[in-house]
């Protein structure tokens, strides 16, 4: 790049609003991808999780790629609910106001089984971590990006809420039921200036999905799955299967009777 031509990048950057993006679940995987890919595209970024080594490299690394203090991060468990809402404050403060554009909870747990069987207090984790996390914590972003009257919260939910099957219900459930409170956000923030985007990936090759044996040829990288996540974000899209071949797959998964349901592999 030519000085001027970086003079002008410079100055284009400069005068452009600042856009910022909170991940909840950036540590690792898709997470960290989306972190990576928001702030490849100028976005601020405060980063959470609970590994503080994680999202410290990740920081390190996204600020040195941007030349400035483009990310922050906060350790915290999506489980610690109470914490949320003074949590969430200091984030819109710390990104400074009206700044505030995209909300994205991507925490989830799948906990390996080598028996095809969870235990209670793994199923309750599932369902507090991949679901009443999201509920929490995309509940009190709908509050603030509503009072500012713009704004994208994204749920990044799974094809595995379409259809029950033998394999793991409660994980299953978890993503179920937050597609379905999804929806209903969407329908409830109508008018008010806020996009509610559901993501559902397919495989995704990442620490949770490490221990199993995917199809390969349908399984994608986490920084696939981040780029078509944001642009789909970006676009206002309601629902997006990542990648988009998964509609046509789930929608027969979803005609099919309860007889072959019982033989399915999974
Ligand atoms: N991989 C796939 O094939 C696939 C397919 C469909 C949907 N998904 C969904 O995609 C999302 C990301 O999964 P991934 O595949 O990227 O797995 P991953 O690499 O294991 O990432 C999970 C993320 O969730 C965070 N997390 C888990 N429990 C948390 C807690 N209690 N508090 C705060 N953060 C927590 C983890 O951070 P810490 O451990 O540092 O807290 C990590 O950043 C999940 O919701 C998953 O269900 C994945």
Request: proline share 3%; charged share 25%.
């Amino acid at each position: 790049m030519t000085d001027q031509a970086m003079m002008r990048a410079q100055q284009t950057s400069a005068s452009r609003p600042r856009r910022g993006a909170l991940v909840i679940g950036a540590s690792s995987g898709i997470g960290a991808a989306l972190a990576r890919e928001l702030a490849r595209r100028g976005y601020t970024l405060a980063l959470v999780a609970r590994r503080e080594d994680r999202l410290g490299s990740l920081r390190d690394e996204i600020n040195r790629a941007s030349g400035r203090d483009s990310a922050r991060v906060y350790v915290h468990d999506v489980r610690d609910y109470d914490a949320v809402p003074d949590l969430l404050r200091q984030i819109v403060t710390d990104l400074g106001a009206d700044t505030l554009q995209m909300v994205v909870y991507t925490a989830g747990i799948m906990p390996d089984s080598a028996t095809g069987v969870w235990s209670f207090a793994e199923e309750r984790a599932m369902l507090e971590t991949n679901t009443i996390g999201a509920i929490r914590w995309l509940g009190s972003a709908a509050e603030a990006l509503t009072a500012q009257g713009h704004g994208t919260l994204v749920g990044v939910s799974s094809v595995a809420g379409e259809r029950g099957r033998r394999g793991n219900s409660a994980y299953q459930a978890s993503k179920a039921a937050l597609t379905t409170w999804l929806e209903s956000l969407r329908y409830r923030l109508k008018g008010s200036g806020v996009r509610v985007v559901t993501a559902k990936p397919g495989y995704v090759a990442t620490e949770m999905t490490a221990g199993m044996k995917l199809p390969q040829r349908a399984t994608i990288s986490a920084d696939e799955a981040a780029r078509r996540i944001v642009s789909a974000a970006e676009r206002g899209r309601a629902v997006t299967y990542v990648p988009g071949y998964w509609r046509p797959i789930m929608w027969t998964v979803r005609q099919l009777p309860a007889f072959l349901m019982t033989r399915l592999p999974v």
